[in-house]
C-alpha cells in the first residue's frame, strides 16, 4: 500500500491574500482521495497541480465560517461539468445542506451524480466513516461556531504500523483536544496568530503557533503542520520560530505542497 499523502490546497484563514488561499487540503490514505474543508478557489489549485478531481471520494467540512465552505458549491458544479458520476460524500453540521440547497435547486438541476450529505454534531466525538480500510473519527473543538477536526486512521498497512492522521480546525486551546489525539502520527493543527495578536486570538476563539504546538507536545504528536494563518502576519517564519520552541518537529503548512503521512 502507498504511503499516505496530504496536499496543502489553502494555508490561510478568513481573508484570501494574494499569498494565501483559505482552508482547504487533500488527503489521499488508502487508495482514496479526501477533501477536507473546501474555501474559496481550492478547486482551480487542485486543477493546477493535476490532482484527479475522479478519484474524490468524499468530503469533510470543519464548519460553516465561510473560509471553510465557500468553495463548495463551485467545487460541485464543476465535477458535474467534467462528467462525474460516482456519488459523492458530504460530512458537515447538517446546516450546510440547507444553505447549499437553494443554489443547488437553482444553479445545479440536471446533476449526473449524487450529492450525499451526511450530518455530524460537531460537538460530540463520533465514529462518522469506516470502511475496510480507513475510520474517520470527529475530534470536538472550540470555536465561535460548531467545529470539529477530523481523525483518519488506516485500519492496516501490511505489516507496517497503521498512520494515524489528524486535522484541527478552527479553536482556542484548550489541553484536552491533546486526549482525543494522543500519539497520532501526523498533526495539522491551526495556527492563525503569532504570540503578538494574543487578545485577538482570544477573541476570535483562535490558536497561536505556539498553543498549536502545546497541542503537539500534550498529545506525543509524531509531526505537527501548521496552518490557518491569519493575513495580519505575512511573515510566516515567526509562526514556524515560536511553534518550533515548544514543538520542534514543526512545519508550515505550504500551498501546493504535499507531506508523506
Ligand atoms: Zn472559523
Redesign the pocket.
Known amino acids: 500500500m502507498q504511503p499516505g499523502k496530504l496536499t496543502i490546497l489553502g494555508s490561510g ?2 481573508l484570501p491574500t494574494f499569498q494565501n488561499s483559505p482552508s482547504g487540503q487533500v488527503l489521499e490514505l488508502c487508495d482514496k482521495s479526501f477533501m477536507i474543508d473546501c474555501g474559496e478557489g481550492i478547486q482551480l489549485t487542485m486543477r493546477r497541480m493535476g490532482i484527479k478531481t475522479a478519484r474524490l471520494y468524499s468530503i469533510f467540512i ?2 460553516l ?1 465561510g ?2 465552505c465557500f468553495g463548495l458549491i463551485g467545487l460541485i458544479s464543476t465535477l458535474d461539468m467534467m462528467g462525474r458520476t460516482q456519488p459523492l460524500h458530504i460530512y458537515a453540521h447538517a446546516d450546510l445542506e440547507k444553505l447549499l440547497r437553494p443554489w443547488l435547486d437553482y444553479h445545479c438541476t440536471e446533476m449526473h451524480y449524487e450529492l450525499i450529505f451526511h450530518a455530524i454534531n460537531p460537538r460530540k466525538r463520533e465514529v462518522i466513516f469506516s470502511d475496510r480500510t480507513v475510520t474517520v473519527e470527529t475530534i470536538p473543538l472550540h ?3 460548531p ?1 470539529c477536526g477530523f481523525l483518519f486512521t488506516e485500519h492496516h498497512r501490511d505489516s507496517e504500523p497503521r498512520k494515524r492522521y489528524a486535522y484541527c ?2 479553536t482556542m486551546y484548550k489541553a484536552s483536544i491533546a486526549e482525543q489525539i494522543d500519539g497520532v502520527d501526523v498533526l495539522f493543527h491551526e495556527a492563525t496568530f503569532t504570540d503578538q495578536w494574543e487578545s485577538r486570538c482570544k477573541a ?3 490558536s497561536t503557533a505556539r498553543q498549536a504546538a502545546d497541542i503537539a507536545r500534550l498529545a506525543h504528536a509524531g509531526r505537527l503542520i501548521i496552518g490557518h494563518f491569519s493575513s495580519r502576519e505575512d511573515n510566516h517564519d515567526i509562526f514556524l520560530q515560536q511553534a518550533s520552541e515548544v514543538f520542534p518537529v514543526t512545519e508550515l503548512a505550504v500551498e501546493r505542497k504535499s507531506y508523506t503521512i
Open positions: 484563514s478568513a470543519s464548519h465560517h473560509d471553510h470555536h465561535k461556531v467545529c480546525s478552527d476570535t476563539m483562535h
